[in-house]
Each structure stands twice: as structure tokens, then as C-alpha cells.
């Protein structure tokens, strides 16, 4: 079936540093969508991309779908205290089902 | 606040035992999803339903299983339960039906199961 991997499972980053995590799928996905999940909370929507290539941005955080559609990454530039979190990246196969990845659990150092 | 809904917040109980968790979706959306988030396993898709019917299946155990009534709010069914079944329950809700490029998910705040 179809698996959706997520690296680094842990980042630690320097407050003001750039870090990126990825995602790959097995399968060729029809969108993918990222979510963060602050501790102690619930994952909440951030962005879907669809398009083959499409890149969006939201302020410090750029996101990339690969080419074949089976890769996407995060980057987040400047890293701040606000960003700790556990992101997540899901992927539709065509068949509807939405495959989440095991998540980047993101810590920041003053 | 997502709009959705999820009761109870915290729930203990026994192995052996059954369980109701129940899922209200935000006003409007017809689709409720059912996930489990354990530690070792991360995000685990459960079960779609749409506007009452089941859309997809994920990794649910024959011993879990789930409805969405006629006023759109879910019930996921735990029975049997095991130590391992201990987790967060998160439901999550959406205006359509799934179709890949139309879906925004909002979750819950989930439903924190412990079997003892």
C-alpha cells in the first residue's frame, strides 16, 4: 500500500537557523497537504499543494511538490521559538486514501 | 478552536472493555475522518465517512468501527480493547466528499484513550 516517509524524525534547530524536512511517497500522490501540530495539541491544516513542481510560500515557510509528484519539502527560514511542533506531510493516492507521514518533531534553542 | 467537536477529553478504562467516542463535525462539512495518533506510530488514518455512508478504510482493527448519523456527527466503536489501543483519537472534518485537490481537514482536539 501506499507509504508516505517523513525525515528527519527529530530537528533540532538554532533559534534564526533554516531547516527543511521531506517527504517521499511510495506512489504517485494526487495532492499533498502539510500540518503542524503544536505539543499537546491538534494537527491544523497549513498548505495543499497540487500541481507537479507548484511551490507556495507563507511567510517564512516555503513548500515544494516534486516533479513526479511523489516528494514535497518544508523549509522554514529564520527558525523562531513559535515554530516548535511536529509537522506532518499527507498524501492522497488516487484512491482517496489520505496517508500521513510519522512527522518532523521540531525543537528550537534560544 | 476548529470547530470540531470530540468528547469525551479523557477516558480510562479496562482491557476487555468497549468504548463510544463521539465526533461532531463543523457546521457544514459532510465528511468526518477518524485518526489514531500513538506515540510508536504516528498518524494513523482510521476510517472516511461521507454524508453517512463509509468513503474509505485505512488501518482499522475489526474490532473498531464507526458510523456517521443522519445529522453528520460520528461514533468511533472500540471493543476489545487492548493495552496497545491506548492513544489520541483525533476526528477531523471537511466539506467534500475527499476528492483530492478540493480537501482542507480541521481537526478535533481529540479524545485521549488509556487502557489499563
Known amino acids: 500500500g501506499q507509504q508516505v516517509m517523513q525525515i528527519p524524525q527529530y530537528q533540532h534547530v538554532q533559534e534564526g537557523e533554516d531547516f527543511t524536512t521531506y517527504c517521499n511517497s511510495s506512489?504517485?500522490?494526487?495532492?499533498i497537504q502539510w500540518y503542524k501540530q503544536r505539543p499537546g495539541g491538534h494537527p491544523v491544516f497549513l498548505i495543499q499543494?497540487?500541481?507537479?513542481?507548484e511551490v507556495k510560500k507563507q511567510k517564512r515557510l516555503t513548500f515544494q511538490f516534486g516533479e513526479a509528484k511523489k516528494n514535497s519539502s518544508l523549509h522554514i527560514t529564520a527558525t523562531q521559538t513559535t515554530d516548535v511542533g511536529t509537522y506532518f506531510c499527507a498524501g492522497h493516492s488516487n484512491d482517496y486514501k489520505l496517508s500521513f507521514g510519522a512527522g518532523t518533531t521540531v525543537t528550537v534553542r534560544a | 478552536d476548529s470547530g470540531v467537536t470530540q468528547t469525551p477529553k479523557h477516558l480510562i478504562t479496562a482491557t476487555g472493555q468497549r468504548v463510544t467516542l463521539r465526533c461532531s463535525p463543523r457546521s457544514g462539512d459532510l465528511s468526518v475522518y477518524w485518526y489514531q495518533q500513538s506515540l510508536d506510530q504516528g498518524l494513523q488514518f482510521l476510517i472516511q465517512y461521507y454524508n453517512g455512508e463509509e468513503r474509505a478504510k485505512g488501518n482499522i482493527l475489526e474490532r473498531f468501527s464507526a458510523q456517521q448519523f443522519p445529522d453528520l456527527h460520528s461514533e468511533l466503536n472500540l471493543s476489545s480493547l487492548e493495552l496497545g489501543d491506548s492513544a489520541l483519537y483525533f476526528c477531523a472534518s471537511s466539506v467534500v466528499a475527499g476528492l483530492a485537490d478540493q480537501e482542507t481537514q480541521y481537526f478535533g482536539p481529540g479524545t485521549r484513550l488509556l487502557v489499563l
Open positions: 499543494l497540487v500541481k507537479s513542481g
Open positions: 506512489t504517485t500522490l494526487s495532492n
